[in-house]
């Protein structure tokens, strides 16, 4: 065990105490602290060994687990302390007993939140001259570290600021055309050429959408930028199975510009990766199941539809759908209820069971669970991932690179509904995908975000008025 000892020649260093819940959530997360001291508790390590096989994070946890071995492997066993290889000169250092003397006795420390706790307080009793900080996801523990005068921070490594996300809630841009750029839209001869020179001073990322005004000031159409260009669509014509773009709140608003964008980013084949962010209500299942349907059994553009959602139990251990007798595909259904809801919209069949059994027998509709996403075939699909805000950024980038060349992904979510307790608004895999995709932008993805909601006037009285509670 490391003789913690050497922390005395480092007061310059902050030592920085890692949860489990950070060391799950990133297993890279030991190489983030620069210059500074990670210290870990075995109460970490034997709860990261309990989660080796959760169907959920049980990766992350034998990642980790591999991590840690690996540098042990590189020490020395004479208890100095493990070099972590960042570039930086970090130490890293286990944490055993050390416990404090003056922990509160109304905490158990049979509760092993607690006795980490008690090992922080037992080190800056023993180590006065060293800064420590608790860096924990879990807001109860930073409470319980700040009441006993410890300091504690939530893991900001992939985490991005109020302000930032609230910048993704945004309308659709208006640009005023003239009269230049109206007739130059129409020289092409077929419709799906109609489109106009784009301008830098506009400021659209590539396949962002926009409503199109004429110098009067009246909407004209829509368009999508296109690398140098703007393609045009007309707002009116805009439709998928027949849906058109809704607008409820017709007192605030004439049209429904994020949905008609939308459904066109859906319906073009260029666009391989689709990402809808919407709080519930807005229309991304009902405009994703949409143009799946129309896709695959009017265009018969791709073979099949993958529908992946990540299960969170009540037990909250991740993705788990439970041991009991019964088939993968039976287990999924009541937990994909919206998807199945959509199938029976669009059927129009009046014995729903009977409809959506009929597109699932037929093995053109697939029910897939994010866990077993590693053994599905992707190809010649139209991927559905719904719920995405309660997927870590390595299930996401695990289900991308599952996708075949002819396959189509539309990633849904609403990241202020986060249901994993590993996960929060600010740091799960839709919010990685979002961000990544605009520092790494590619002419094959599309981002739209819809902002009214749809649904009823009963749903949007609960969505404004109690979430302000």
Aim: with cysteine; net charge neutral; charged share 25%.
């Amino acid at each position: 065990m490391t003789d913690l000892n050497f922390l005395n020649a480092h007061h310059d260093r902050i030592g920085y105490v890692l949860d489990t819940n950070v060391l799950l959530h990133d297993p890279a997360s030991i190489f983030r602290f620069d210059e500074h001291v990670v210290l870990i508790s075995l109460l970490a390590v034997e709860e990261i060994d309990n989660k080796k096989n959760d169907p959920g994070i049980g990766y992350n946890a034998r990642d980790i687990s591999q991590k840690l071995e690996q540098m042990l492997d590189r020490g020395n066993d004479d208890g100095a302390p493990l070099a972590i290889p960042n570039g930086k000169d970090g130490m890293l250092a286990f944490i055993s007993d050390r416990l404090s003397t003056s922990f509160p006795r109304e905490l158990a420390l049979n509760y092993k939140d607690n006795a980490m706790i008690a090992q922080i307080m037992g080190l800056k009793e023993n180590f006065p001259g060293m800064r420590f900080i608790m860096v924990t996801k879990d807001r109860n523990m930073r409470i319980k570290c700040r009441a006993l005068g410890i300091e504690a921070q939530d893991y900001r490594h992939d985490k991005i600021s109020e302000e930032y996300l609230s910048s993704f809630f945004q309308p659709v841009k208006h640009i005023q055309l003239d009269e230049d750029d109206i007739n130059a839209i129409f020289k092409g001869k077929h419709s799906a050429n109609w489109s106009f020179n784009y301008r830098r001073r506009w400021q659209l990322s590539e396949n962002e959408g926009v409503a199109l005004f004429d110098p009067s000031g009246q909407l004209f159409g829509m368009g999508l930028r296109k690398k140098d260009k703007i393609r045009y669509f007309d707002y009116f014509s805009t439709r998928v199975m027949d849906t058109t773009p809704k607008v409820l709140d017709e007192a605030s608003y004439t049209y429904n510009f994020e949905q008609a964008v939308c459904m066109a980013q859906a319906m073009d084949d260029d666009i391989r990766i689709q990402i809808i962010i919407g709080r519930a209500g807005t229309g991304k299942t009902h405009i994703a199941m949409a143009a799946a349907l129309e896709k695959v059994f009017q265009e018969r553009k791709y073979d099949s539809i993958k529908l992946i959602k990540p299960i969170v139990t009540k037990s909250r251990l991740g993705e788990d759908i439970g041991f009991l007798p019964g088939s993968v595909r039976r287990k999924l259904i009541p937990r994909m209820r919206p998807f199945i809801e959509k199938l029976r919209q669009f059927t129009n069949e009046i014995d729903s069971e009977e409809s959506y059994k009929k597109l699932l027998d037929s093995g053109i509709i697939e029910l897939i669970n994010l866990a077993d996403v590693r053994g599905a075939d992707l190809a010649n699909s139209f991927v559905i991932f719904d719920e995405a805000q309660n997927a870590n950024p390595f299930q996401m980038r695990t289900l991308g690179t599952r996708l075949g060349e002819n396959t189509k992904l539309i990633v849904l979510g609403d990241p202020t509904q986060i249901d994993s307790i590993y996960l929060d608004k600010y740091s799960n895999g839709l919010i990685n995908l979002y961000e990544n995709s605009m520092q790494n932008p590619e002419p094959f993805i599309g981002r739209i975000c819809l902002v009214q909601m749809v649904r009823s006037h009963t749903s949007k009285w609960f969505e404004n008025t109690l979430r302000r509670v």
